[in-house]
């Protein structure tokens, strides 16, 4: 009987995983299911893009995946039993797993601010980032946008809609200060592109409302808009919390080095799903800087469980924090592998040339999932992994 493999979520992570397991393990010893509710690709690191009205390319899992090995299903996924290893999809159907990998990632949280569910947009995901489009379709010359969030997508969303949208009134309102995790080089870039580009920046303001007309701050202020974007933070869709799986206060899934669960052996979570170490220890931040690498650990350390082969080292740290300012600037910030930045950073245009260079080589590897390396496609020798091998 061949070991079943089921990848939920079609993502940076759960693509890459499932591009490598095929690539790592013999057809005839495995099955692999890849289960996602788009039947595309979603580049997500360009949903801000996508708000403003750009074309994304079309990118369908059925055409990735062919001849490579992977199954895929179109299908939400409902729950997760990790005791029976069933999967429970929306169309009542049961998928059974030996070994699963969980992949479903982050949506946009609220942050339990009253309002936002109901009066704010968000572009954490295709659906949401197209009714962002919508909205700013919309607005006539003179309306008011408000990004709420100044984090890295915050500030990619709202410089996109300014560069965009030179006839709207742009706002960000951060809780720190503009970039402030940034070195100084880099701080001193952001915010002369956010002079150039005329967006009015709010720091050190928590949000403590929103409505149709815009924003109250939790000092007393209102900042009005006549559509406001919130990016202020991410949360895990609420299936693995609902298992018995360990899971972090967050919701992640409690991962060891080979982003094996540590409750359950026969599951290993990646990307923003995972509660992962990097090499040094630290937890690793949501994001595809760390959902790509976390899914080629998981990969490997499956691949290895399964042929009776070493385990892979946990190399996972930082290079850069990759920052768009619009389609003409934008800042690199080199870090250390531990994610703290360094005072060097990439600025202007070569900056731009880097980021896209990363965002087409990231989105390059989805669409090419068994020819990124060389390898040879090994037969399994372990019927099931082992429970304490690690």
Not at 27 to 54: K, S, W, Y
Not at 141 to 158: N, S
Not at 220 to 238: D, K
């Amino acid at each position: 009987m061949k070991h079943r493999i089921v990848v939920l979520g079609a993502g940076y992570a759960g693509a890459n995983a499932s591009g490598r397991l095929a690539k790592k393990l013999h057809p005839a010893d495995v099955d692999i299911t890849l289960v996602n509710a788009d039947p595309a690709f979603v580049e997500r690191v360009r949903m801000h893009q996508l708000a403003v009205g750009q074309t994304l390319p079309t990118r369908l899992l059925a055409d990735v995946f062919a001849g490579t090995g992977v199954r895929v299903e179109i299908a939400r996924v409902r729950s997760v039993d990790a005791e029976r290893k069933t999967v429970h999809l929306d169309d009542a159907r049961d998928i059974a797993y030996d070994t699963l990998v969980y992949a479903l990632g982050s949506t946009a949280a609220d942050s339990g601010v009253p309002g936002v569910a109901e009066h704010a947009r968000f572009i954490a995901g295709k659906q949401s980032a197209l009714r962002v489009r919508d909205d700013l379709a919309a607005l006539g010359a003179g309306a008011t946008v408000l990004v709420v969030g100044g984090g890295l997508t915050g500030i990619e969303a709202v410089t996109e809609i300014a560069e965009a949208r030179p006839d709207l009134t742009v706002a960000l309102a951060a809780r720190g200060g503009l970039g402030d995790w940034l070195s100084e080089k880099a701080r001193t870039h952001l915010r002369a592109a956010f002079d150039r580009l005329g967006i009015i920046v709010h720091e050190h303001t928590d949000i403590a409302r929103v409505d149709a007309t815009g924003a109250d701050t939790a000092d007393g202020r209102t900042i009005a808009a006549q559509l406001t974007v919130w990016t202020a933070g991410f949360a895990v869709h609420p299936i693995a919390a609902a298992t018995t799986l360990e899971v972090s206060a967050t919701g992640r899934i409690v991962v060891d080095d080979t982003m094996r669960s540590v409750s359950h052996p026969d599951v290993y979570a990646v990307g923003d799903a995972a509660q992962a170490p990097g090499a040094a220890g630290e937890t690793l931040r949501m994001s595809c800087a760390s959902g790509v690498p976390t899914a080629h650990q998981a990969a490997d350390a499956i691949a290895a469980r399964l042929t009776g082969r070493d385990l892979p080292r946990n190399t996972i740290g930082y290079t850069a924090q990759c920052v768009s300012l619009g389609r003409r600037d934008a800042v690199i910030q080199w870090v250390t592998p531990a994610d703290e930045p360094k005072s060097s950073a990439l600025t202007g245009r070569a900056a731009v040339r880097l980021k896209e260079f990363i965002c087409r080589s990231a989105a390059w590897s989805i669409a090419h999932p068994t020819v990124m390396m060389p390898t040879r496609r090994r037969h399994v020798t372990v019927a099931q992994p082992a429970a304490a091998d690690a």
